[in-house]
T-cell receptor, first 114, second 118 residues
Framework: AQSVSQHNHHVILSEAASLELGCNYS??????LFWYVQYPGQHLQLLLK??????LVKGIKGFEAEFIKSKFSFNLRKPSVQWSDTAEYFC????????????FGPGTRLSVLP | DAGVIQSPRHEVTEMGQEVTLRCKPI?????LFWYRQTMMRGLELLIY????????DSGMPEDRFSAKMPNASFSTLKIQPSEPRDSAVYFC????????????????FGPGTRLTVT
């Protein structure tokens, strides 16, 4: 069965630090990849997604992610975090082009210190 | 578009009582998902529907949980009887139909229902 792992449970950074959150998945076929963000007390919102084409995907709020097929990875990056980026971040994988089998990672909590 | 709508937003109930959570997906979406989120287990998929038909309910924890989707614009998740370990935030999400090869969509999440069972 498909699985998604996220490298860190909790990341603590100071403002202006660079961020990279790891995400790896297990499925070897065609995948669609997503990063969601959940701000405290709120629902999940889409940050960015990859379906095909350029493996470097840019999302909202200065986030980007790179799909490396050979490494089964889709790491999330931001060059300079802000206090308002404090949230939980979820990586998700959708197998194939027609399926609805979304699999979410366990999440990484990011705390940005002012 | 109003987005995915869930009600109630908060529910506090006593152990043994029946709880019904409601979800209205985005108009035109044909897949609907129910998730449970807790600190211990993270985000768990409970069940999902495609065109009102349950496709995968393997995540439903036990017979106390049931879900229905009587039409394209409404779904319920029922817990009967409820137990304290059911306390969690329950999210509903929906996706549009996959019409073309290579075209997939992200899930659109509702605001969630925070359930507390005492």
């Amino acid at each position: 069965a498909q699985s998604v792992s996220q490298h860190n449970h909790h990341v603590i950074l100071s403002e202006a630090a660079s961020l990279e959150l790891g995400c790896n998945y297990s499925y070897g076929g065609t995948v669609n990849l997503f990063w969601y963000v959940q701000y405290p007390g709120q629902h999940l919102q889409l940050l960015l997604k990859y379906f095909s084409g350029d493996p470097l995907v840019k999302g909202i709020k200065g986030f980007e992610a790179e799909f490396i097929k050979s490494k089964f990875s889709f790491n999330l990056r931001k060059p300079s975090v802000q206090w308002s980026d404090t949230a939980e971040y979820f990586c998700a994988v959708l197998e194939g082009n027609y399926g609805q089998n979304f699999v979410f990672g366990p999440g990484t909590r990011l705390s940005v210190l002012p | 578009d109003a987005g995915v709508i869930q009600s109630p937003r908060h529910e506090v109930t006593e152990m043994g009582q029946e709880v019904t959570l409601r979800c209205k997906p985005i108009s035109g979406h044909n897949s609907l998902f129910w998730y449970r989120q807790t600190m211990m287990r993270g985000l768990e998929l409970l069940i999902y529907f495609n065109n009102n038909v349950p496709i995968d309910d393997s995540g439903m924890p036990e017979d106390r949980f049931s879900a229905k989707m009587p039409n394209a614009s409404f779904s319920t998740l029922k817990i009967q009887p409820s137990e304290p370990r059911d306390s969690a935030v329950y999210f509903c999400a929906s996706t549009p139909p996959t019409l073309f090869r290579g075209q997939s969509y992200e899930q659109y999440f509702g605001p969630g229902t925070r359930l507390t069972v005492t």
